[in-house]
């Protein structure tokens, strides 16, 4: 089998999961003519690009089902033959992330930052990248920038209220979610996953008044009572006589609404 055949058996598995206008086809249209035409050099540059996109797609499927590792080796080998591919870079970021290999991510956003300095997704995992290295500084800087350049990204603003709350700064973290719930919507989905930062953080009487209004929304909503009570035994510990009745109630509130849902499924069957 010729190099061109094997090149095109290759991305042929991949073309199923890409777009119909993608440019595998096109580039191994172009290097079969050029290598025709005797323009060894040219048909090389077509096979290269076909090796990086191909490397590239895998790494985005693995990446997605998570395998991190063998989406680091995919995406590293398209990174070879297309270093100045923001796409790539970041993505390759994204798996050393997960794999805890911090310092990798920094070098492969500092790259690209370098190449595009308003790059949204370099700085939102640049900033995710300090926030897990502790230096909350410059976690706030990286996500601060990155929301200034996309204002509507809730997953920044999200990211940076955490950081502001690592830093002790709870009027500025509170004015993130509250811009969230004023353009996202009072809902307990986002009063719950405002009230879980809270918490994970060690603001637990904000994380209680987010809890409740989330019960407040909805009664019934998966896991708020849970939430609610294991809060309130955090906050008060061993100390708490009234209160632990409250959180014991919420409780079972919340594993009588699980045992509800488990009959609706069954029923719905």
């Not at 502790?134 to 996500?143: H, K, N, S, W, Y």
């Not at 294991?230 to 609404?257: C, E, Q, V």
């Given at each position: 089998?010729s190099?061109?055949?094997?090149?095109?058996?290759?991305?042929?598995?991949?073309?199923?999961?890409?777009?119909p206008r993608?440019?595998?086809?096109?580039?191994?249209?172009?290097?079969?003519?050029?290598?025709?035409?005797?323009?060894l050099?040219?048909?090389?540059?077509?096979?290269?690009?076909?090796?990086?996109?191909?490397?590239?797609?895998?790494?985005?499927?693995?990446?997605?089902?998570?395998?991190?590792?063998?989406?680091?080796?995919?995406?590293?080998?398209?990174?070879?033959?297309?270093?100045?591919?923001?796409?790539v870079?970041?993505?390759?970021?994204?798996?050393?992330?997960h794999?805890?290999?911090?310092?990798?991510?920094?070098?492969?956003?500092?790259k690209?930052?370098?190449r595009?300095?308003?790059?949204?997704?370099?700085?939102?995992?640049?900033?995710?990248?300090?926030?897990?290295?502790?230096?909350?500084?410059?976690?706030?800087?990286?996500?601060?920038?990155?929301?200034?350049?996309?204002?509507?990204?809730?997953?920044?603003?999200?990211?940076?209220?955490?950081a502001?709350?690592?830093?002790?700064?709870?009027a500025?973290?509170?004015?993130?979610?509250?811009?969230m719930?004023?353009?996202?919507?009072?809902?307990p989905?986002?009063?719950?996953?405002?009230?879980?930062?809270?918490?994970?953080t060690?603001?637990l009487?904000?994380?209680i008044?987010?809890?409740?209004?989330?019960?407040?929304?909805?009664?019934?909503?998966?896991?708020v009572h849970?939430?609610?009570?294991?809060?309130y035994?955090?906050?008060?510990?061993?100390?708490?006589?009234?209160?632990?009745?409250?959180?014991a109630?919420?409780?079972?509130?919340?594993?009588?609404?699980?045992?509800q849902?488990?009959?609706?499924?069954?029923?719905?069957?």
């Amino acid at each position: 089998m010729s190099f061109g055949a094997a090149l095109f058996l290759v991305l042929s598995l991949l073309l199923p999961v890409q777009s119909p206008r993608d440019s595998f086809k096109l580039h191994y249209e172009r290097a079969e003519a050029l290598r025709r035409k005797g323009d060894l050099t040219a048909a090389e540059a077509e096979y290269t690009a076909i090796l990086s996109e191909t490397y590239y797609t895998l790494g985005k499927i693995l990446l997605a089902q998570p395998n991190y590792p063998a989406s680091v080796a995919a995406l590293e080998a398209a990174a070879n033959y297309h270093s100045d591919s923001d796409e790539v870079l970041i993505d390759l970021a994204i798996g050393y992330f997960h794999l805890e290999k911090y310092d990798k991510a920094l070098d492969a956003l500092s790259k690209t930052i370098a190449r595009n300095p308003r790059s949204v997704g370099a700085r939102h995992m640049l900033g995710k990248t300090y926030f897990m290295l502790g230096d909350f500084e410059r976690a706030t800087t990286e996500l601060q920038t990155a929301l200034n350049s996309s204002p509507k990204d809730y997953d920044v603003e999200y990211t940076l209220g955490l950081a502001y709350l690592k830093r002790r700064e709870i009027a500025s973290a509170r004015r993130i979610y509250d811009h969230m719930v004023e353009q996202l919507g009072n809902r307990p989905q986002l009063r719950v996953l405002i009230g879980r930062a809270y918490r994970e953080t060690g603001f637990l009487p904000e994380a209680i008044e987010e809890f409740k209004k989330a019960v407040a929304l909805d009664p019934q909503f998966s896991r708020v009572h849970y939430y609610l009570g294991l809060t309130y035994l955090l906050k008060d510990g061993p100390k708490i006589l009234i209160p632990i009745s409250f959180s014991a109630r919420h409780i079972r509130a919340w594993s009588k609404t699980t045992k509800q849902s488990k009959r609706s499924r069954r029923r719905s069957r």
